[in-house]
């Protein structure tokens, strides 16, 4: 089935010929002069991409697509203006624009620009459906993310899922390696089993032993009965064991064996158990230069690196934000029976900016903070936390003025952006823009603003 672009443009001409380019490129299309005219046709449904003009008599493009995005919440809108500015460009994607296009514009520019959003839905729907698969196993902590770095990691799980093969998660503190661990359970043939988790970090080094593999009556002082193990536990499921890294190097050894011989030995015991557990393990640490330290046992790493799978940090899936803060909008808001609808554009401009040092976890803290303290259906800047409306990096130095500027916050986070997305394609500036989710136009235009050389 075709895809159906609705042109909204009082300019006759330029309508008429973009109907007919978009026609012989086998897309169906619907035209409108107006606002009006465009919101019944919008009524109608069924509409994949909006092609809205800026300025038109009567309502003009700006206040027509927060309408068309309620309308047609599937939607992908593109704004067009012959009053092209960096400005401009920033406020169409603030009011809820995936593109800008400054005219004129090349028939093949907008054609791109089309395409670019055919392939966002279809990794929005790709995610949803995974999303979908490990729902129900993960509960209220579902998988949020379409950027193409999550995708990537979602669809290298989906299919490690299957096999019983040892998965390393690394990344920083909070961007979700334990649901992403239970996601691989959810979807693997032990879904039906037990999931057990540990944080190797948070037991003492005398317990953990026991712990792990368990240990017969009397083993020890205090050892006033037998203890499975989580090992045991585990047995036919899986076990994510977090924080690897902190795993005391006497007990490495003891880990090793178990999974090269899949049985385990109970502290005090002379007889092993056999055990069919599924191993994943997570880590914040740098595992290679602890064992070039001597931290880590080298055979205990190529253990556990069969399947190595990095979890990015939000900062460098920004497009993700705005997914993760509607969703835990809506879960909040249920969960604490308040009635906060939407974040306030201030707002929103702040939380998208900020570099979000503790990732997912923070986010979900920041947004519950909020509901909590929101006064009506917005949430402002006052319900925000103080490091987040400062709008620049929590981890540097702030200058003594703490400048609130939003435009100042949000042309730091674009020029950040651009930069990481140029270092990353290795100048290409066509395949950044790509990264970037602009034309290449718009992608000009933010550098020749922000002085930005390949």
């Known amino acids: ?26 897309y169906e299309v619907a035209a409108a002069r107006g606002a009006e005219e465009a919101l019944r046709q919008a009524e109608r449904g ?38 092209g500015n960096a400005e401009l460009a920033i406020e169409a994607l603030k009011r809820g624009a995936y593109d800008y296009l400054a005219k004129p514009f090349a028939p093949s520019e907008l054609l791109l620009a089309i395409r670019k959003a055919k392939e966002r839905e279809r990794l929005r729907r790709a995610n949803q459906l995974l999303r979908r698969d490990v729902q129900r196993a993960v509960g209220d902590r579902p998988i949020v993310g379409a950027s193409p770095a999550m995708i990537g990691v979602l669809e290298t799980l989906e299919r490690a899922a299957e096999f019983k093969s040892t998965v390393l998660l690394s990344g920083e503190s909070g961007t979700g390696k334990e649901v992403l661990a ?29 712990e792990l593999f368990g240990h017969a009556r ?5 050892a006033d009965r037998a203890r499975r193990g989580l090992f045991v536990e585990a047995h036919g499921g899986t076990l994510f064991l977090d924080e690897i890294g902190e795993l005391p190097i006497a007990l490495q050894a003891k880990l090793l064996r178990v999974l090269q011989e899949e049985e385990v030995r109970p502290v005090g015991e002379s007889k092993s158990r ?41 900062r460098e899936r920004r497009e993700d934000i705005p997914l993760l803060l509607d969703h835990y909008l809506a879960y909040f808001r249920e969960a604490l029976g308040r009635p906060v609808r939407e974040i306030g554009d201030d707002a929103l401009a702040k939380l998208a900016g900020y570099r979000w040092p503790g990732n997912v976890r923070e986010l979900a803290n920041v947004v519950e903070r909020a509901v909590i303290l929101a006064h009506g259906e917005q949430i402002g ?24 500027s939003l435009r100042r916050a949000r042309r730091a986070a674009e020029s950040e952006l651009i930069r990481h997305a ?14 970037l989710g602009i034309s290449h136009r718009a992608l000009l235009y933010k550098l020749k603003e922000y002085g930005i050389r390949d």
Request: proline content about 6%; some cysteine.
């Open 46 to 83: 069924g509409i994949d991409v909006v092609l809205c003009d800026l300025r038109m008599p009567g309502s003009d493009g700006f206040e027509l697509l927060p309408q068309l995005a309620r309308k047609l919440p599937g939607a992908t809108l593109l704004l067009m203006s012959a009053y």
């Open 182 to 210: 239970r996601a691989i359970h959810a979807q693997s043939p032990r879904r039906d089993e037990a999931f057990v988790a540990i944080n190797c970090a948070a037991i003492p080094e005398a317990l953990l032993e026991s």
């Open 422 to 435: 140029l270092r990353a394609t290795d100048g290409n500036r066509t395949h950044a823009a790509k990264l």
């Open 1 to 26: 089935m075709s895809e159906r672009v609705l042109i909204v443009d009082d300019d006759d001409a330029l309508r008429e010929s973009l109907e007919l380019l978009l026609a012989e490129e086998g």
């Open 218 to 222: 009397g083993a020890f002082t205090g």
């Open 274 to 314: 056999r055990v069919d557990v599924r191993v994943i393990a997570a880590t914040v640490r740098d595992l290679e230069a602890d064992v070039a330290a001597g931290r880590f046992r080298e055979d205990l790493y190529y253990r556990l690196n069969v399947l190595r799978v990095h979890v990015p940090p939000l």
């Open 381 to 404: 800047l006052r319900e925000l936390p103080p490091e987040v409306v400062g709008g620049g990096d929590p981890d540097g130095d702030r200058s003594p003025s703490h400048d609130f």
